[in-house]
């Protein structure tokens, strides 16, 4: 599979249930996230080895059925996603 690999950087987390929300503290940064119900089930259901976009739609598939998105492309979104949880430190983008 080519592309990026995504590893959840849960040694540098504390994650917290909050109602409907999931609360994020990064320790390297002091920043906490609240991540809504569609990033957290990406988020818990990354491996501690890593995903790639394709990997972890395959995975939500499997347990949740069909994945949807609003612009048919459920593979962009979940890439999109993945960037974004690296952006903020969350996981980690592997070659």
Known sequence: MSGARYIPAR???????????TLVFHRLSGETHIL?????MMF??????????????RTLETEYGAVEAEDGDALAVISQRLEELAALGLVIRAA
Do not use: F
Request: no cysteine.
């Open 11 to 21: 040694a540098d987390l504390r994650v917290e249930p909050l109602e409907d929300l």
């Open 36 to 40: 809504s119900p569609e990033m957290e």
């Open 44 to 57: 818990s259901h990354l491996p501690d080895a890593g995903i790639h976009p394709a990997g972890l739609l």
